[in-house]
């Protein structure tokens, strides 16, 4: 699974990278070096702004959402903490996902993420369990493959009102390959720039087309370094976060 990622660019950063045309000018959000459940991440995805009618063409944009998918049908917006993650096996079957599959999909830009292992305390000889942090040796952004969803809230009676409706994502996740599977089993599904316009556009609804885009994992070359255990508190933030654990 993926639990915890890395998000530290800017939009001015992340723009240019994803061929957004436009920066969010109102919106913006602060580097995350410790991402968690529930919390709001950017998220590149096309779609017809809701402001100019049906007719008009998509366009590709860069959106905060909040990281757990709701379910257009869930009742409350409790049941997102469970939907971080959507196994590339079932994503296309699943009751909760099979719709945003086929019609919001989106990709979550990362610069890595963590995985644990259990491993032996060297002072006391007791398990705990060492983070890893996972990321691509060249540094380049990972895009991970993403869906998203709206979710109407009942208890706000107007449609336009802005919290009225709430944006939520999940990542998918795949096999582990190489440095990322001495870790942990799975792993987020990274996408190749030459695949971005087709996983992006929601007119391809195809769902054998959409899947030959996820059979392997596009992340390069990955490294993997230990991290501290602060890492495991939610609260704890910022890029010594990265730092490589002292042997």
């Not at 999940?170 to 390959?177: D, L, N, P, W």
């Amino acid at each position: 699974m993926c639990g915890r990622y890395v998000s530290a660019r800017s939009p001015q950063e992340l723009a240019p990278l994803f061929q957004v045309p436009d920066v969010p000018a109102k919106e913006t959000l602060a580097p995350n070096w410790n991402v968690a459940p529930t919390d709001d991440v950017w998220a590149v995805l096309e779609r017809a702004p809701r402001d100019k009618g049906d007719a008009a063409p998509v366009e590709r944009a860069l959106r905060p959402l909040r990281w757990g998918l709701v379910p257009s049908w869930a009742k409350d917006v409790k049941i997102g903490a469970r939907m971080i993650n959507a196994r590339v096996e079932t994503v296309h079957q699943k009751p909760a996902f099979r719709r945003a599959f086929t019609r919001h999909r989106c990709l979550l830009p990362a610069d890595g993420f963590y995985e644990w292992q259990q491993a032996k305390d060297p002072d006391t000889g007791t398990a705990r369990k060492q983070p890893y942090f996972i990321h691509p040796e060249d540094d380049q952004v990972m895009a991970l493959a993403g869906l998203y969803e709206y979710w109407r809230d009942p208890a706000v009676k107007q449609d336009d009102d802005p919290d009225a409706w709430l944006m939520t994502c999940t990542i998918i996740t795949t096999e582990a390959t190489d440095t990322a599977g001495r870790v942990h089993p799975r792993m987020p599904l990274a996408l190749t720039p030459e695949d971005y316009a087709a996983w992006l556009d929601p007119a391809h609804r195809d769902p054998d087309e959409l899947r030959a885009l996820l059979v392997r994992p596009a992340d390069g070359r990955l490294d993997a370094r230990p991290v501290s255990t602060a890492v495991n508190n939610v609260r704890n933030n910022g890029p010594r976060l990265l730092d490589e654990l002292a042997s």
